[in-house]
C-alpha cells in the first residue's frame, strides 16, 4: 500500500469516526460553550458598569433601557455568538439523536420482518415441530441452567426470555402477576412498551425496549403469553420459555 492509498484509506476512517461520533462531539462543544458564554458574560460585566455608570454621569439622569442597550451591546456580541453556537451545538445533537434511533428502529424493523419470513418459511417447509425444535435447542444452550442463586426455596423455576436471552428464577405465580400487571398498564394507556414487562418481571431493561412494544392502534387488545416447558437434554433443571403470542413492534410515536 503506498502513501496516497494510505492518506485516503486514513481519510475515510476519519470520516466514518466524525460521522459516528458527531452527536457526542456536538454535546461536548455545547458544554464548552455554556461555559464560554458564562465566561465571556462575566468578563466584559466590570467594564459594561463604568460604561454606563460614564453614560449616567453625562446625561444626569438615569438612562432608558434602550440606551442601556446601545451602551453596552458591543460588549456581549461575543458571548452572544458563543451563546448563539452554543444552542446550533445542542439542537444539532438532538437531531443527530433522533436520526441515529430512526435508523436503528427501522434496523430492528427490517431484522424483525427477516426473522418473521424466515420462521414462516421454515414451518411451511418442514412443519411446526421443527420450528419448535430449533427453537427449544437454542433456549437449551442459552438458558441459564445454573444460577447464582440457587439456594432458592422449591417450587421456584428457571424461566427464560427469548428476545433479550435473559433467564432468572421465579414462582410461577411471580411470572403471572407481572404478565397481568402489565396488560393492565397496556389496557389503560392503549400502549406499553417491552421494557415494562422487563421491569415487572425484574429482567435488565434493554435499549431496543425502550423502543419496541404493543399499541392498541394494531389491534391488539390484550398480549397474551404463554410458558413453555423446555426440557434439558443432560436431565439438569428445566425452563420455562416466555413466549409471547403477539411479537412486540416498533412503536411510532403517534401511537403513543
Given at each position: 500500500m503506498n502513501l496516497k492509498q494510505k492518506i485516503y484509506r486514513m481519510c475515510g476512517k476519519s470520516r466514518l469516526y466524525l460521522k459516528r461520533s458527531?452527536?457526542?462531539?456536538?454535546?461536548?462543544?455545547?458544554?464548552?460553550?455554556?461555559v464560554g458564554t458564562a465566561v465571556a458574560a462575566v468578563k466584559v460585566t466590570p467594564k459594561a458598569m463604568k460604561l454606563l455608570e460614564d453614560a449616567t454621569d453625562e446625561k444626569g439622569t438615569d438612562l432608558s433601557r434602550t440606551e442601556i442597550v446601545l451602551t453596552v451591546a458591543h460588549l456581549y456580541i461575543p458571548a452572544a455568538a458563543i451563546g448563539a453556537g452554543t444552542i446550533f451545538c445542542i439542537f444539532g445533537a438532538n437531531a443527530l439523536n433522533k436520526q441515529h434511533q430512526a435508523r436503528l428502529m427501522s434496523a430492528y424493523a427490517l431484522l424483525r420482518n427477516y426473522h418473521k419470513e424466515y420462521r414462516d418459511k421454515l414451518i411451511e417447509l418442514h412443519g411446526e415441530e421443527a420450528d419448535a425444535e430449533i427453537r427449544n435447542a437454542m433456549i437449551r444452550e442459552h438458558c441459564n441452567f445454573h444460577p447464582l442463586d440457587s439456594d432458592v426455596p422449591d417450587g421456584k423455576v428457571i424461566f427464560y426470555?427469548?428476545?433479550s436471552g435473559e433467564s432468572?428464577?421465579?414462582?410461577?405465580?411471580?411470572?403471572?402477576?407481572?404478565e397481568y400487571h402489565f396488560n393492565r398498564n397496556f389496557t389503560m394507556r392503549g400502549y406499553a412498551f417491552l421494557n415494562e414487562f422487563y421491569e415487572f418481571l425484574g429482567l435488565p431493561m434493554t435499549e431496543y425496549g425502550g423502543t419496541v412494544g404493543w399499541s392498541m392502534s394494531s389491534g391488539i387488545m390484550w398480549v397474551d403469553f404463554e410458558h413453555r416447558l423446555i426440557d434439558n437434554d443432560d436431565g439438569g433443571t428445566a425452563c420455562y420459555s416466555i413466549d409471547m403470542v403477539f411479537p412486540p413492534e416498533v412503536l411510532e410515536e403517534w401511537e403513543c
Amino acid at each position: 500500500m503506498n502513501l496516497k492509498q494510505k492518506i485516503y484509506r486514513m481519510c475515510g476512517k476519519s470520516r466514518l469516526y466524525l460521522k459516528r461520533s458527531s452527536p457526542t462531539i456536538l454535546c461536548c462543544v455545547a458544554a464548552v460553550g455554556v461555559v464560554g458564554t458564562a465566561v465571556a458574560a462575566v468578563k466584559v460585566t466590570p467594564k459594561a458598569m463604568k460604561l454606563l455608570e460614564d453614560a449616567t454621569d453625562e446625561k444626569g439622569t438615569d438612562l432608558s433601557r434602550t440606551e442601556i442597550v446601545l451602551t453596552v451591546a458591543h460588549l456581549y456580541i461575543p458571548a452572544a455568538a458563543i451563546g448563539a453556537g452554543t444552542i446550533f451545538c445542542i439542537f444539532g445533537a438532538n437531531a443527530l439523536n433522533k436520526q441515529h434511533q430512526a435508523r436503528l428502529m427501522s434496523a430492528y424493523a427490517l431484522l424483525r420482518n427477516y426473522h418473521k419470513e424466515y420462521r414462516d418459511k421454515l414451518i411451511e417447509l418442514h412443519g411446526e415441530e421443527a420450528d419448535a425444535e430449533i427453537r427449544n435447542a437454542m433456549i437449551r444452550e442459552h438458558c441459564n441452567f445454573h444460577p447464582l442463586d440457587s439456594d432458592v426455596p422449591d417450587g421456584k423455576v428457571i424461566f427464560y426470555d427469548e428476545i433479550s436471552g435473559e433467564s432468572i428464577m421465579r414462582y410461577e405465580r411471580e411470572v403471572i402477576d407481572a404478565e397481568y400487571h402489565f396488560n393492565r398498564n397496556f389496557t389503560m394507556r392503549g400502549y406499553a412498551f417491552l421494557n415494562e414487562f422487563y421491569e415487572f418481571l425484574g429482567l435488565p431493561m434493554t435499549e431496543y425496549g425502550g423502543t419496541v412494544g404493543w399499541s392498541m392502534s394494531s389491534g391488539i387488545m390484550w398480549v397474551d403469553f404463554e410458558h413453555r416447558l423446555i426440557d434439558n437434554d443432560d436431565g439438569g433443571t428445566a425452563c420455562y420459555s416466555i413466549d409471547m403470542v403477539f411479537p412486540p413492534e416498533v412503536l411510532e410515536e403517534w401511537e403513543c
